[in-house]
């Protein structure tokens, strides 16, 4: 059974960073290209960003771009997305899965950002 995991939001002010992680059990993480995804009160589930399996390609959204980045760490079969100069648009459930979204949602985890 897959499960994954997030963790690590909260509120932090515009122009702050924060760290999320993505805890990922009954699959074979290392071979998998995984992916962040966010949803915004009233709007649908939007890409963020995605990373290959060992970590050396990445790709993300244009709105993100320069300033989230997406580590993994496959002995530990989880993915981070490391955000920085956040934005109060930014304010989102953020979830992870892999980039195709084969597997269940996890609950999220709830960032906001606001002064």
């Known amino acids: 059974q897959v499960q994954l995991v997030e963790s690590g939001g909260g509120l932090v002010q515009p122009g702050n960073s924060l760290r999320l992680a993505c805890a990922a059990s009954?699959?074979?993480?290392?071979?998998?290209?995984m992916g962040w995804f966010r949803q915004a009160p009233g709007k649908e589930r939007d890409f963020v960003g995605g990373i290959s399996w060992n970590g050396r390609y990445t790709d993300y959204a244009a709105s993100v771009q320069g300033r989230f980045t997406i580590p993994r760490d496959n002995a530990k079969d989880t993915a981070y997305l490391q955000m920085s100069n956040l934005k109060p648009e930014g304010t989102a459930v953020y979830y992870c899965n892999r980039r195709d979204y084969k597997y269940p949602w996890g609950q999220g985890t709830q960032v906001t950002v606001s002064s």
């Open positions: 009954g699959l074979t993480f290392s071979t998998c290209i």
